[in-house]
Every structure is written in structure tokens, then in C-alpha cells.
């Protein structure tokens, strides 16, 4: 009896794997660069394709042109960024604790990785799409729920604008330590001060604005809630 089951080409199942695994080459190559050297440097494709072990116009093959590399290269760097500030172990204790940790493992990634940090927080032309905005659009929408959910849970009031801000208030909020992140490390090799120190008061500025906006509205944000007690609202990702 026959069957009208497509038949999978073992062949194309092979090129779409190597094509894959050639384009990560080329994306890790870049960012293997951009670390070697110091920030700002503008590193050449034909440096990059030498580094993958590749001609220069097979890089060509596996993206439109330079910007699509480096937006690539650059969410790339980005998911890297995350998935340290995210790892396992971030929302362990209390809530002051959980914003503090996650803002030192941010600044202890930027500081040790200062040329690549730089390269993912840049605004490439060309696009509307923009990978920095992009993964803190995304941080913002995960905290959404915890933001309103919990107001609820601490009995904070919140009317209408206050809901519809709840996203835009999270963007702002992890904006400012990005910018803050940016401007510091802009200041070379004496910046001051140093990472822990400018981790916990950057820390401090998000634990202020947070229970401000709940003291205002009636509620007590409490600095040793543990974060576990909101899970089911809020599932922050575990490696």
C-alpha cells in the first residue's frame, strides 16, 4: 500500500546541518575576535572568515551582507548575556537579594567581556529591528506578570494606568542600569567605581523606585519576600 508521507532527503537533512553549524563557526569566530580586541575595534570579515577557516565569500553565503552578520554576532552576544544574568540560582532568596545578584551578574559579565558587551548594546543601521531593545522588551514582558500580579498578592492598588504602564515602567527600569552599565565602562581602564560596589547601588536605585511606587499606593514591599512564593506567577528560567 503506498503512502503519501513526504520522503525526507537525507541529503538536505546533511546541508541544512552544515550550513547551521558553518554560520554558528562564523558567528563564534566573530565574537572569539571581538574579545581578542580591544573595544571599538573594527574587526574585517576576512579576519573573521580566516578565524573559521573559511574564504571570505563563503561567509557572503550564509549572510545577506555585513549588517546581517553583525546583528547576528550581536543577538548572539546578547543571549549569551542573558543566559549568565539567568543561570541557575537567581531567584534564590529574597526579593532585594534576587534584584541585587541579577544586577552584579550583569555588571560582572560587562565588566569581563567589556569589547563584546560593547558590540551587542550598539545600535545597528538599517533595520527597525533592534536586538538590544528586543531582549529588554523581552525581560519587560516577562516581568509584566510579576509586577501586577504580585501588586495584588502585597495588596497594592493599581488602576488602570498604572496596569498599562506595568511593561513600559520594567523597560525603563532595565534600560537605566544598561545605560548606566554603557557610561561606565565608556570611562577606560580607571573607571570607578569598581564592579560590586556600582552593582550594589544600581541595585539600590531599582529597590527604591520598586517599593516607592508600592509605598505610594498603599502597599509595603517587603525586602525578604522570596521570590519562590510568587513561581506560579512569575517562572523565571532556570539553566
Do not use: C
Amino acid at each position: 500500500m503506498g503512502t503519501d508521507e513526504p520522503q525526507v532527503d537525507g541529503r538536505s537533512v546533511r546541508w541544512e546541518a552544515h550550513k547551521r553549524e558553518r554560520r554558528a563557526a562564523i558567528i563564534q569566530a566573530a565574537i572569539e575576535l571581538t574579545e581578542a580586541h580591544p573595544p571599538g575595534t573594527d574587526i574585517h570579515v576576512q579576519l573573521i572568515a580566516k578565524q573559521a577557516g573559511i574564504g571570505r565569500p563563503v561567509v557572503y553565503r550564509h549572510f545577506a551582507d555585513r549588517d546581517d552578520l553583525d546583528r547576528a554576532v550581536q543577538r548572539q552576544s546578547l543571549q549569551m548575556l542573558t543566559d549568565h544574568v539567568f543561570a541557575s540560582g537567581i531567584a534564590e532568596g529574597g526579593l532585594r537579594e534576587v534584584i541585587e545578584r541579577a544586577v552584579l551578574r550583569y555588571v560582572l559579565w560587562a565588566h569581563q567581556h567589556r569589547a563584546l558587551h560593547r558590540f551587542a548594546m550598539r545600535e545597528l543601521p538599517g533595520k527597525i529591528d533592534n536586538p538590544v531593545r528586543n531582549v529588554i522588551r523581552g525581560i519587560s514582558v516577562q516581568l509584566k506578570p510579576l509586577l501586577l500580579e504580585g501588586g495584588k498578592v502585597l495588596g497594592v492598588e493599581l488602576d488602570d494606568d498604572d496596569a498599562a504602564m506595568v511593561d513600559l515602567v520594567a523597560f525603563g527600569v532595565v534600560s537605566e542600569v544598561v545605560s548606566a552599565v554603557r557610561l561606565w565602562l565608556a570611562r577606560g581602564e580607571d573607571r570607578k567605581p569598581d564592579p560590586e560596589p556600582l552593582a550594589y547601588r544600581l541595585a539600590q536605585l531599582i529597590w527604591y523606585q520598586l517599593e516607592g511606587m508600592a509605598r505610594t499606593r498603599g502597599g509595603r514591599l517587603d525586602p525578604d519576600l522570596a521570590l519562590a512564593d510568587l513561581s506560579a506567577l512569575f517562572p523565571v528560567t532556570q539553566n
